[in-house]
């Protein structure tokens, strides 16, 4: 038997161990019963940042965007879609900078969008500026490979 993985639940915080084999058969968290990943990009805000994205074994890809930011609007299709994709690899996570401003100022957003690789909360990666499907897929590897 493998190590298990720590994954915090997005929608309840409590932090679930499953089999690292078992994390691509839709597992589901212990306390609220609700799917541990679902193919959507997470809404991250200051009440749960911590417990979703500070925490964990996987890595968490966070998308620091804003309603009224043009780039970022036509990034979030790609961002979407690369959840789907890459699940439970990694968890996706979006932070609406403009409803959630302390957050963009504890990572020093400066533009957006910005994506940031987080381990266990720390940063390992940042790319500002929208990418398409490849770039992004080819920065997520990037950072991955770090560790």
Known sequence: MSTPL?????????????????????????????????????????????????????????????????PCVGFAPVFNEAARRLEPRLRLAKVDTEAQPQLAQRFGIRSIPTLLVLRQGREIARQAGALNAAQLQQFVDGALAQR
């Open 6 to 70: 720590a994954i915090p639940c997005p929608h309840c915080g409590a932090l679930n161990r499953v089999p690292s084999e078992r994390v691509g058969e839709q597992p589901s968290c212990g306390r609220c019963k609700q799917a541990l990943f679902d193919g959507h990009p997470v809404q991250l805000t200051a009440a749960n940042f911590d417990a979703v994205a500070g925490r964990g074994d996987l890595p968490v890809l966070v998308d620091f965007w804003a309603p009224w930011c043009g």
